[in-house]
């Protein structure tokens, strides 16, 4: 049997042609990922700037303005510097835990943001399991915690790590019952008809201050930050941690932040949507090809501006409300939140029944 070389070359040009295709592909998968991660990093950046003007404006001072205009590079500056930091190692610790805690705590709190819709259309993983994907992965943060501060053989790097997970276990149950429904796409397109009259933040008042309480207290920020009490800890678990691994603690405590501000915004905020009743993106703009990346950068810009506007709140408690004792946080998780989240859920799902 004879081939001619011109149909070996096709069959050859056809299969280099798939492989790349493969190659492309597979390479595809990644850039999603690589542009939320930075669009994070970045996102962290503002957030550490906002921080410190608000603070220095509520203590009356200047705060950063050398580093950059208005000091906005400041917070790169210093994460240069963590870079560039030795990284120590306890003598007596365990070494092997003391490494892997905080890149189990960066990398859970990483994985939240995969269910996050920023916009219209624009999730990565729209698992249906939307808010519940997010509990699940920041129940995995309290064991990184404790992991550094047991691998530490320090006492108050230990207490701060048995802090985190004590507070940690007492909040997740309030916050997961205030949840009203599974699927953060059907949550938005909800809140989307009325407007602002729409938002969740009206029909549930009294699951919006539970779900704000106990995300302040998941991201550990005052008056909630018992496992890194400076006055009583030290630092807590992060006592005898420097270089990039102390990083990764500051990095991920502000990553929390946004994560938690970005599903207020989702779950009771209205999400991507206007404040204006009956105006939809998708009915202003149309769903043609022209006008979609218009459409998915406003819903983008959206989402951003309500997340850091809702910011706000946590910045200004910091300086604002004193440090609650150890006992009168769990009291206050278990005999004030507990009761009044599962309230809250018996009386939603029986108007829900009464309802037509």
């Known amino acids: 049997m004879i ?23 597979f390479i595809w998968i990644f850039v999603p990922i690589l542009i939320l991660v930075l669009g994070i990093t970045m996102g962290v950046l503002v957030i550490v700037w906002l921080e410190r003007k608000i603070s220095a404006a509520i203590q009356q001072r200047i705060g950063p303005e050398y580093a950059g205009p208005l000091g906005i590079l400041q917070a790169l500056a210093d994460g240069t510097k963590l870079l560039l930091k030795e990284d120590l190692l306890p003598s007596r610790g365990n070494i092997r835990l003391f490494r892997v805690g905080p890149s189990i705590g960066f990398i859970s709190i990483l994985l939240s943001y995969l269910v996050i819709p920023f916009g219209y259309h624009l999730v990565l993983a729209d698992l249906s399991i939307g808010v519940f994907l997010w509990i699940a992965f920041s129940s995995i943060v309290p064991i990184g915690l404790l992991m550094s501060g047991y691998g530490s053989n320090n006492k108050y790097s230990f207490s701060g790590g048995l802090r ?67 006055e009583e800890l030290v630092a807590g678990y992060q006592t005898e941690y420097s270089g990039i691994k102390y990083g990764f603690f500051y990095l991920a405590s502000y990553l929390n932040l946004l994560v938690s501000s970005l599903f207020v915004t989702v779950l009771y905020l209205g999400g991507w949507n206007f404040s204006i009743p009956y105006i939809s993106l998708t009915e202003l703009f149309g769903i043609n090809k022209m006008f979609r990346v218009f459409v998915i950068a406003i819903s983008i810009f959206i989402t951003l501006a309500k997340a850091y506007l809702f910011l706000f709140i946590p910045i200004t408690t910091r300086w604002t409300l004193p440090r609650m004792r150890m006992d009168q946080l769990l009291n206050l998780g278990w005999k004030f939140l507990l009761p009044i989240s599962l309230g809250n859920l018996l009386l939603t799902t029986s108007f829900q029944l009464v309802s037509p």
């Not at 081939?3 to 592909?25: A, C, M």
């Not at 729409?198 to 549930?204: A, K, T, V």
């Not at 302040?216 to 909630?224: G, I, S, Y």
């Open 164 to 230: 985190a997970a004590a507070q940690s276990i007492s909040y997740e149950i309030p916050l997961t019952l205030c949840v009203l429904a599974i699927s953060l796409l059907d949550i938005i397109e909800a809140q989307s008809k009325y407007g602002f009259g729409g938002w969740n933040l009206w029909r549930q008042p009294i699951g919006f201050l539970v779900f704000l309480m106990s995300s302040l207290a998941e991201c550990e920020r005052l008056p909630f930050d018992l496992p890194e009490a400076e």
């Open 3 to 25: 081939i001619d070389t011109t149909e070996v070359q096709t069959i050859h040009s056809f299969y280099r042609l798939e492989s790349l295709k493969e190659v492309y592909g």
